[in-house]
């Protein structure tokens, strides 16, 4: 990038402030459009060519994780789940595919911008998807061990999740808005982007805190010999734990791409860090492959069939089966005649045929009870 101390102050308009030079010289870049000897690319945001080879290879992998999140979802009709895998899968794979064409020419604005706004953005969706599973794994093994009710789940972290795109839409604006000829606007825009993805971090170590601690405590009710088997089953089956893995894996390789965006962004656009291609491609590329890989291939539709079973069934044939709250998945004492547990109707052992368990409601399950 050129310094503003490297240039002919004979060649400028006199009596500009720095701010007016700073922004004389965005405008100026800002009309390159292709490589020169007055536009190399070093003056370019990325600062080099991208490798041709990473970017292809990258744009296959997102390609094949979306089309294996869309056979699935179709097949197991996990339409929210998928839908936000898949969602994110093609925007990173536009991003990457946008990327391409940076490889001939670096100063291609509309590539650069295609990928910048795509690959800012995808993983947002693909924390959505995550978000989702909490509440289902919950309401699979005990609800009473979670510290919220586990229907409130996708409504806590949701909304969290897209307050960080919406913030990083608008500081991606702004940086856009301000790149022909306001300096000082880019650098606003930097700072939302920031904002928006520290926040990020911030919501993502919150669901983890809150997941671990939710399986930390099944963890030890398992071990006390009280859970019912249906749960004790569920716990050990190894394709449940499959699934939990990879999804594990995947919020990991988000947070640490999160972590590594937050530097990248903090030295504004430009910087040393935003100029070295190989932390980019692992700590941006691969780690969002990882997860996009981790959600497509270990499907809950596959390996965990009562989310599915939720997330698939028709609306109004819904019950509330396994997804009262508050009861544990013990049924425990003969008082407690008519719980439904996990599905199935809980009787005491001195019950008649008269005094036989009913639903704890027979009303359809709320629209939120299937996300």
């Not at 402030?17 to 004389?24: G, I, K, Y």
């Amino acid at each position: 990038m050129v310094k503003l101390e490297d240039i002919d102050p004979s060649l400028l308009p006199p009596n500009l402030s720095p701010t007016e030079l700073e922004n004389l010289i965005a405008a100026y870049y800002y009309s390159c459009d292709a490589v020169s000897p007055t536009c190399p690319v070093s003056a370019t945001t990325l600062g080099y060519y991208p490798n041709r080879g990473i970017n292809i290879f990258l744009a296959i992998g997102f390609g094949i994780s979306l089309l294996v999140t869309l056979y699935y979802g179709i097949k197991t009709k996990t339409w929210t789940y998928s839908g936000f895998v898949a969602a994110g899968c093609a925007l990173e794979l536009a991003g990457y595919v946008s990327r391409i064409p940076l490889t001939d020419n670096p100063w291609n604005k509309k590539a650069f911008e295609t990928q910048i706004v795509a690959i800012i953005l995808a993983p947002t969706l693909l924390c959505i998807s995550i978000y989702l599973t909490l509440k289902h794994v919950c309401l699979s093994l005990n609800p009473a061990l979670s510290r919220i009710k586990p229907r409130l789940y996708p409504f806590i972290f949701v909304p969290l999740d897209i307050s960080c795109l919406t913030v990083q839409a608008i500081g991606g604006a702004l940086a856009a808005g301000g790149a022909v000829s306001n300096i000082r606007l880019v650098e606003h825009g930097n700072r939302a982007i920031i904002a928006g993805i520290v926040l990020q971090v911030v919501v993502l170590g919150g669901f983890g805190g809150v997941g671990g601690e939710f399986c930390w405590r099944v963890g030890k009710w398992i071990k006390t010999g009280e859970a019912d088997e249906q749960a004790v089953g569920l716990w050990n089956d190894k394709k449940f734990r499959r699934f939990v893995y990879a999804v594990s894996g995947a919020y990991v390789a988000i947070l640490l791409r999160c972590i590594y965006r937050i530097a990248e962004m903090a030295g504004g656009w430009g910087n040393h860090i935003m100029q070295d291609e190989w932390s980019f491609v692992v700590l941006e590329g691969i780690m969002v492959l990882i997860a996009c890989l981790l959600l497509a291939f270990f499907p809950p539709g596959v390996l965990f069939p009562q989310m599915a079973a939720r997330m698939s069934e028709p609306r109004s044939k819904k019950s509330v089966k396994g997804d009262v709250e508050g009861q544990t998945q013990t049924g425990t004492s003969t008082g407690e005649k008519g719980v439904v547990v996990g599905g199935n109707v809980a009787e005491g052992s001195t019950g008649t045929n008269s005094e036989k368990a009913v639903p704890v409601s027979s009303s359809p399950v709320k629209k939120e009870d299937s996300i």
